[in-house]
């Protein structure tokens, strides 16, 4: 089966008396396998079902020739983050979700905003690579299709994905990933990068994505925040766009 037309993924159920008792998915990425969707029936937890079905993917991931595993967890879910510890991930991001209505306005435009032609994505792709701690460099990398792993789970299967950048200094400062989802009508605002005058840049951000966005007709507007500062907080407070979630990426390497 394919996933966003890009990357396999794998469907992995545990089964007694011909009844599923647990699931597991694993997504084959260019260079890890990404887990997904683990769960156990309630009345069959604590008999190591999910261990069982984390040590599958595993096989599986390694089997297939990707080095690493990665998976979201919710940041409350200290049972799951339990269970991944104890197979070896470690956290490498936290990441907090912003949900909201598309503000009727945006923040203030300031100068230096512009937005990446394709023929620069190869540079600004090393850019954000450094910028990223080294675990998830490695195991996450960006590419010129994707710079980073949530554009896949966010499915954008039609194209529309535009990348913005705010320079200072004759150097990058930040990068933000817009994608719109028509079917939805949802937009999703993914600053992967920043450096130290990153919180600064945030305005100018948010200004040309979600201007681009309110033109497709973008009814809703995800921001997706790795390790923010708490500037980025208020700013998205002010804008109705308040944080909803936390989540932490976790890596692991797939040799046992």
Known sequence: MKVVGL???????????????????????????YVAAVGTDSD??????????????????????RGWLALDVEAENDTAIRLYRRRG??????????????PARSPTAVSGVEEVARARYPELT???????????????????????????LFGARDGRARTWEVAHGGGTVGVVRGLYGPTTRTGVLVPVAGGPSFVGAAPALLAAGLEWLRT???????????????????????????KVASSLLMIRSSRP
């Open 89 to 102: 991930y470690v956290e490498a991001s936290r990441l907090d979700w912003y949900v909201g209505p598309t």
């Open 126 to 152: 090393r850019w954000v690579d450094r910028s990223r701690a080294p675990l998830v460099r490695e195991a996450l990398p960006s590419s010129e299709r994707s710079l980073s792993h949530l554009e896949l």
């Open 44 to 65: 069959h937890r604590g008999r190591g079902i999910a261990t069982e079905l984390l040590e599958r993917a595993r096989a599986l991931s390694e089997r297939n020739g």
């Open 216 to 242: 497709l007709g973008s009814i809703r507007i995800v921001v997706v925040l790795s390790n923010p500062a708490p500037d980025w907080d208020r700013t998205l407070a002010a804008l109705g766009l308040p």
């Open 7 to 33: 990357s396999p993924i794998h469907v992995l159920v545990a089964v007694e008396r011909e009844a599923v008792v647990g699931t597991a998915s694993l997504w084959l990425l260019p260079h890890s396998g």
